[in-house]
């Protein structure tokens, strides 16, 4: 089975720009999570989508959001980019999103905002 | 709020020798406890997992035990070697928690030649 995949791996972009990242779940995992990666900070959870609707959602503001489409596919956006959002954004997948279930990470995508 | 705190931050051990790394956790209902290793420019990994009906779990040079009494679970590695060298994460299953998993804050290891 193909891992978790997300593209683009590396982005630059400014102050103010928005950003959209993609991820592909494994096959027949139907939660994505996403998380963002920060020296400081650890692993932070953004929020978690499930059969196209978001289910449970992290502590960020409003300018991250996400979606996920019909075939688990999910994208996260971000809308005027900070400084501070640069980060190794990971997605993970499992086949619920049960509290006991393994997550599975792809390999992120590295954003850096100048 | 749950909680989930790893130590050592940073550990540096001699090619051969083993590496340990410890991790409490504070919700009682925690039952499944994944281990993640990152490599530089890498997701995390799992490597190992155990869940709470198991005491110890062991793949080859690789170990965790669990002691739900006191809630605390460690990772052994025995015989480093030098591509063991990344961030170990520990995770516990999280019932409260919106990610339903709640991670340490990783250990940075060094396997020396």
């Known amino acids: 089975k193909a891992g978790v995949t997300q593209t683009p791996r590396y982005l630059i972009k400014t102050r103010g720009q928005q950003v959209t990242l993609s991820c592909s779940p494994i096959s027949g995992h139907r939660s994505v999570s996403w998380y963002q990666q920060t020296p400081g900070q650890g692993l932070q959870f953004l929020f978690e989508?499930?059969?196209?609707?978001?289910?449970n959602k992290g502590n960020f503001p409003g300018r991250f959001s996400g979606r996920q489409f019909s075939n688990s596919r999910s994208e996260m956006n971000v809308s005027t980019l900070e400084l501070g959002d640069s980060a190794l954004y990971l997605c993970?997948?499992?086949?619920?999103?049960?509290?006991?279930?393994?997550?599975?990470f792809g390999p992120g995508t590295r954003l850096l905002v100048l | 709020g749950e909680n989930v705190e790893q130590h050592p931050s940073t550990l540096s051990v001699q090619e051969g020798d083993s590496a340990v790394i410890k991790c409490t956790y504070s919700d009682s209902a925690s039952n499944y406890f994944p281990w993640y290793k990152q490599e530089l420019g890498k997701g995390p990994q799992l490597i190992i997992d155990?869940?709470?009906?198991?005491g110890e779990k062991k793949d080859q040079r690789i170990a965790v035990t669990l002691n739900k009494t006191a809630k605390h679970f460690s990772l052994h590695i025995t015989e480093t070697q030098p591509e063991d060298s990344a961030v170990y994460f520990c995770?516990?299953?999280?019932?409260?928690?919106?990610?339903?998993?709640?991670f340490g804050s990783g250990t940075r290891l060094s396997i020396r030649p």
């Open positions: 993970a997948s499992s086949t619920r999103g049960a509290v006991e279930e393994t997550q599975y």
């Open positions: 995770a516990a299953s999280g019932y409260s928690s919106a990610s339903k998993i709640i």
């Open positions: 989508y499930f059969s196209e609707t978001q289910r």
């Open positions: 155990i869940r709470s009906n198991v």
